[in-house]
Protein backbone atom coordinates (compact mmCIF):
# COMPACT_ATOMS: atom_id res chain seq x y z
CA UNK A 1 0.00 0.00 0.00
CA UNK A 2 1.50 3.25 -1.02
CA UNK A 3 2.38 6.30 1.45
CA UNK A 4 -1.16 8.43 0.25
CA UNK A 5 -3.08 5.34 0.15
CA UNK A 6 -2.00 4.20 3.61
CA UNK A 7 -2.25 7.75 4.37
CA UNK A 8 -5.66 8.43 3.14
CA UNK A 9 -6.93 4.83 5.37
CA UNK A 10 -5.48 6.81 8.49
CA UNK A 11 -8.34 9.78 7.52
CA UNK A 12 -11.23 7.60 7.02
CA UNK A 13 -10.61 6.01 10.24
CA UNK A 14 -10.16 9.48 11.79
CA UNK A 15 -13.78 10.34 10.18
CA UNK A 16 -15.42 7.08 11.69
CA UNK A 17 -14.50 7.31 14.92
CA UNK A 18 -15.80 8.79 17.88
CA UNK A 19 -14.62 12.54 18.60
CA UNK A 20 -11.80 12.31 21.28
CA UNK A 21 -12.53 13.71 24.41
CA UNK A 22 -10.71 16.96 24.91
CA UNK A 23 -9.31 15.93 28.30
CA UNK A 24 -7.18 13.31 26.91
CA UNK A 25 -4.89 12.96 30.54
CA UNK A 26 -2.02 13.44 28.10
CA UNK A 27 -3.00 16.96 27.43
CA UNK A 28 -4.36 18.24 30.82
CA UNK A 29 -0.91 19.46 31.38
CA UNK A 30 1.97 19.49 33.89
CA UNK A 31 1.52 18.77 38.06
CA UNK A 32 3.77 18.54 40.72
CA UNK A 33 6.28 15.95 40.81
CA UNK A 34 5.34 14.66 44.35
CA UNK A 35 1.68 14.45 42.62
CA UNK A 36 3.21 12.56 39.61
CA UNK A 37 3.20 8.79 39.45
CA UNK A 38 6.18 7.31 37.08
CA UNK A 39 6.13 4.80 34.01
CA UNK A 40 8.11 2.02 33.61
CA UNK A 41 10.23 1.28 30.20
CA UNK A 42 7.72 -1.11 29.81
CA UNK A 43 4.81 0.55 29.24
CA UNK A 44 6.92 3.77 27.48
CA UNK A 45 8.10 1.39 25.21
CA UNK A 46 4.67 0.36 23.79
CA UNK A 47 3.70 1.63 20.53
CA UNK A 48 -0.10 2.94 22.04
CA UNK A 49 2.24 4.68 24.49
CA UNK A 50 5.30 6.06 22.03
CA UNK A 51 2.07 7.12 19.73
CA UNK A 52 0.27 9.51 22.37
CA UNK A 53 3.55 10.79 23.57
CA UNK A 54 4.84 11.64 20.30
CA UNK A 55 1.82 13.38 19.61
CA UNK A 56 1.95 15.68 22.85
CA UNK A 57 5.52 16.64 21.78
CA UNK A 58 4.52 17.41 18.29
CA UNK A 59 1.87 19.47 19.12
CA UNK A 60 3.78 21.59 22.14
CA UNK A 61 6.75 21.58 20.05
CA UNK A 62 4.87 23.34 17.10
CA UNK A 63 2.56 25.26 19.52
CA UNK A 64 6.15 26.96 21.22
CA UNK A 65 7.65 27.89 17.75
CA UNK A 66 9.47 24.95 16.97
CA UNK A 67 11.08 25.10 20.15
CA UNK A 68 12.63 21.95 21.48
CA UNK A 69 13.21 22.58 24.73
CA UNK A 70 9.28 23.85 25.37
CA UNK A 71 8.37 20.08 24.00
CA UNK A 72 10.73 18.34 26.49
CA UNK A 73 9.96 20.63 29.53
CA UNK A 74 6.35 19.98 29.06
CA UNK A 75 7.54 16.17 28.89
CA UNK A 76 8.99 16.21 31.81
CA UNK A 77 5.89 17.62 33.83
CA UNK A 78 3.31 15.98 31.73
CA UNK A 79 0.02 14.78 34.47
CA UNK A 80 -0.37 11.02 35.27
CA UNK A 81 3.04 10.15 33.90
CA UNK A 82 6.90 10.49 35.36
CA UNK A 83 8.99 10.58 32.30
CA UNK A 84 12.52 9.78 33.07
CA UNK A 85 15.19 12.57 31.45
CA UNK A 86 16.12 9.31 29.06
CA UNK A 87 12.71 8.42 28.24
CA UNK A 88 11.83 12.70 27.54
CA UNK A 89 15.07 12.49 25.73
CA UNK A 90 14.29 9.85 23.60
CA UNK A 91 10.90 11.50 22.67
CA UNK A 92 12.70 14.38 21.53
CA UNK A 93 15.60 12.38 19.03
CA UNK A 94 12.34 11.50 17.48
CA UNK A 95 11.71 14.97 16.55
CA UNK A 96 14.56 15.53 15.31
CA UNK A 97 15.12 12.73 13.36
CA UNK A 98 11.81 13.66 11.38
CA UNK A 99 12.74 17.10 11.23
CA UNK A 100 16.79 16.27 10.19
CA UNK A 101 15.21 14.67 6.92
CA UNK A 102 16.44 16.09 3.75
CA UNK A 103 15.01 14.85 0.21
CA UNK A 104 12.13 15.58 -0.84
CA UNK A 105 10.68 12.09 -0.57
CA UNK A 106 11.85 11.53 3.10
CA UNK A 107 10.45 14.99 4.14
CA UNK A 108 7.41 14.49 2.38
CA UNK A 109 6.76 10.70 4.37
CA UNK A 110 7.98 12.73 7.91
CA UNK A 111 5.41 14.79 7.70
CA UNK A 112 2.72 12.37 6.84
CA UNK A 113 3.99 10.57 9.67
CA UNK A 114 3.72 13.32 12.14
CA UNK A 115 0.07 14.33 10.53
CA UNK A 116 -0.21 10.42 11.01
CA UNK A 117 0.07 10.39 15.02
CA UNK A 118 -1.13 14.02 15.36
CA UNK A 119 -4.36 12.29 14.28
CA UNK A 120 -4.55 9.34 15.28
CA UNK A 121 -4.39 10.75 19.13
CA UNK A 122 -6.92 13.39 18.11
CA UNK A 123 -4.84 16.56 17.29
CA UNK A 124 -6.58 17.05 14.30
CA UNK A 125 -6.66 20.34 13.10
CA UNK A 126 -2.68 20.50 14.75
CA UNK A 127 -2.13 17.85 11.76
CA UNK A 128 -4.04 20.37 8.84
CA UNK A 129 -1.49 23.60 10.52
CA UNK A 130 1.68 21.42 10.49
CA UNK A 131 1.24 20.15 6.62
CA UNK A 132 -0.35 23.24 5.53
CA UNK A 133 2.30 25.39 7.19
CA UNK A 134 5.19 23.32 5.95
CA UNK A 135 3.63 23.62 1.98
CA UNK A 136 3.46 27.74 2.46
CA UNK A 137 6.43 28.28 3.77
CA UNK A 138 8.21 25.48 1.23
CA UNK A 139 6.12 23.92 -1.33
CA UNK A 140 8.86 21.12 -1.86
CA UNK A 141 6.34 18.40 -2.76
CA UNK A 142 3.35 18.76 -4.99
CA UNK A 143 1.76 15.21 -3.30
CA UNK A 144 1.30 17.74 -0.01
CA UNK A 145 -1.49 19.52 -1.67
CA UNK A 146 -3.68 16.17 -2.06
CA UNK A 147 -2.53 15.18 1.51
CA UNK A 148 -3.63 18.82 2.44
CA UNK A 149 -7.34 18.57 1.07
CA UNK A 150 -7.49 15.17 2.62
CA UNK A 151 -6.84 16.57 6.29
CA UNK A 152 -9.45 19.73 5.42
CA UNK A 153 -12.12 16.98 4.49
CA UNK A 154 -12.39 16.04 7.87
CA UNK A 155 -15.50 17.44 9.37
CA UNK A 156 -15.82 20.17 6.62
CA UNK A 157 -17.84 21.39 4.24
CA UNK A 158 -16.73 21.11 0.43
CA UNK A 159 -16.73 24.76 0.30
CA UNK A 160 -14.19 25.05 3.15
CA UNK A 161 -11.92 22.29 1.46
CA UNK A 162 -12.18 24.31 -1.75
CA UNK A 163 -11.17 27.72 -0.54
CA UNK A 164 -8.03 26.20 1.24
CA UNK A 165 -7.29 25.25 -2.56
CA UNK A 166 -7.72 28.86 -3.71
CA UNK A 167 -5.86 29.87 -0.70
CA UNK A 168 -2.82 27.17 -2.16
CA UNK A 169 -2.90 28.82 -5.52
CA UNK A 170 -2.74 32.57 -3.84
CA UNK A 171 0.37 31.83 -1.77
CA UNK A 172 1.99 29.71 -4.25
CA UNK A 173 1.14 30.79 -7.72
CA UNK A 174 4.35 29.06 -8.79
CA UNK A 175 2.59 25.98 -8.35
CA UNK A 176 -1.25 26.80 -9.65
CA UNK A 177 -1.36 24.51 -12.36
CA UNK A 178 -0.96 21.40 -9.77
CA UNK A 179 -2.93 22.93 -7.21
CA UNK A 180 -5.74 23.83 -9.83
CA UNK A 181 -5.65 19.48 -10.76
CA UNK A 182 -5.59 18.52 -7.49
CA UNK A 183 -8.80 20.69 -6.57
CA UNK A 184 -10.47 19.21 -10.06
CA UNK A 185 -9.73 15.60 -8.64
CA UNK A 186 -11.18 16.67 -5.61
CA UNK A 187 -14.19 18.02 -7.14
CA UNK A 188 -14.65 14.44 -9.04
CA UNK A 189 -14.68 12.55 -6.21
CA UNK A 190 -17.32 14.39 -4.99
CA UNK A 191 -19.16 13.84 -7.90
CA UNK A 192 -19.14 17.42 -8.98
CA UNK A 193 -18.09 16.60 -12.59
CA UNK A 194 -19.43 20.03 -14.14
CA UNK A 195 -17.14 22.03 -11.78
CA UNK A 196 -14.16 19.80 -12.39
CA UNK A 197 -14.68 19.34 -16.00
CA UNK A 198 -13.98 23.35 -16.39
CA UNK A 199 -11.08 23.05 -14.56
CA UNK A 200 -9.36 19.87 -16.18
CA UNK A 201 -10.38 21.84 -19.93
CA UNK A 202 -9.13 25.01 -18.84
CA UNK A 203 -5.74 23.51 -17.92
CA UNK A 204 -5.37 22.32 -20.89
CA UNK A 205 -5.87 25.49 -22.85
CA UNK A 206 -2.91 26.75 -20.47
CA UNK A 207 -0.62 23.37 -21.16
CA UNK A 208 -2.06 20.07 -22.28
CA UNK A 209 -1.35 17.45 -20.40
CA UNK A 210 -1.98 13.98 -20.51
CA UNK A 211 -3.58 12.93 -17.10
CA UNK A 212 -6.23 16.46 -17.66
CA UNK A 213 -7.12 14.47 -21.02
CA UNK A 214 -7.28 11.20 -18.97
CA UNK A 215 -9.68 12.74 -15.58
CA UNK A 216 -11.61 14.11 -18.69
CA UNK A 217 -12.39 11.09 -20.15
CA UNK A 218 -13.38 8.94 -17.13
CA UNK A 219 -15.76 12.07 -15.97
CA UNK A 220 -17.29 12.01 -19.49
CA UNK A 221 -17.75 8.09 -19.17
CA UNK A 222 -19.52 8.41 -15.91
CA UNK A 223 -21.80 10.63 -17.28
CA UNK A 224 -22.55 8.30 -20.16
CA UNK A 225 -21.00 10.49 -22.76
CA UNK A 226 -19.14 7.86 -24.54
CA UNK A 227 -18.06 9.38 -27.83
CA UNK A 228 -16.82 12.44 -25.90
CA UNK A 229 -14.79 9.83 -23.52
CA UNK A 230 -13.50 7.93 -26.52
CA UNK A 231 -11.93 11.25 -27.88
CA UNK A 232 -10.18 12.50 -24.93
CA UNK A 233 -8.51 9.18 -24.23
CA UNK A 234 -7.61 9.25 -27.76
CA UNK A 235 -5.87 12.51 -26.75
CA UNK A 236 -4.44 11.16 -23.70
CA UNK A 237 -2.93 8.09 -25.79
CA UNK A 238 -1.02 10.50 -28.02
CA UNK A 239 0.29 12.10 -25.32
CA UNK A 240 1.43 9.70 -23.09
CA UNK A 241 0.88 5.86 -24.15
CA UNK A 242 1.85 4.44 -21.15
CA UNK A 243 -1.71 5.44 -20.29
CA UNK A 244 -3.25 2.87 -21.95
CA UNK A 245 -1.85 0.38 -19.42
CA UNK A 246 -3.74 1.88 -16.52
CA UNK A 247 -6.93 2.37 -19.07
CA UNK A 248 -7.41 -1.30 -19.43
CA UNK A 249 -7.70 -1.90 -15.83
CA UNK A 250 -9.17 1.10 -14.66
CA UNK A 251 -12.01 0.75 -12.91
CA UNK A 252 -14.50 3.44 -14.06
CA UNK A 253 -13.53 2.67 -17.64
CA UNK A 254 -14.62 -1.18 -17.19
CA UNK A 255 -17.74 -0.82 -18.73
CA UNK A 256 -15.85 -0.10 -22.32
CA UNK A 257 -14.27 -3.08 -21.80
CA UNK A 258 -16.49 -4.41 -24.58
CA UNK A 259 -16.30 -1.41 -27.00
CA UNK A 260 -14.32 -2.51 -30.03
CA UNK A 261 -13.65 1.56 -30.39
CA UNK A 262 -11.98 1.51 -26.61
CA UNK A 263 -10.17 -2.20 -27.54
CA UNK A 264 -8.72 -0.18 -30.65
CA UNK A 265 -7.46 2.70 -28.38
CA UNK A 266 -5.78 0.50 -25.88
CA UNK A 267 -4.37 -2.04 -27.98
Not at 122 to 150: H, M
Request: glycine share 2%; hydrophobic share 35%.
Amino acid sequence: MGILNFFKKTIQNARENQPINEENPLRRGPKSTQERSSISDETFNTRQFQQEVLAVALWKYNENKQDYSSAYKYLMQMEDFHLSEKQANKVIETLKRWNDLKSKKDRFNSLVSQAQTLINNGYREKAFELVYNAYVEDPFDIELVQVISQLADIDNPQSHVLKIFDSLVTINPQDAYNIKYRKALYLKAKMRFNEALDIFEALNVELPFAWNYYQTAIIQNLLGNTELCLNNLTTTFQLDPDLKQDARSFPELQNLQQDPRFLSLIA
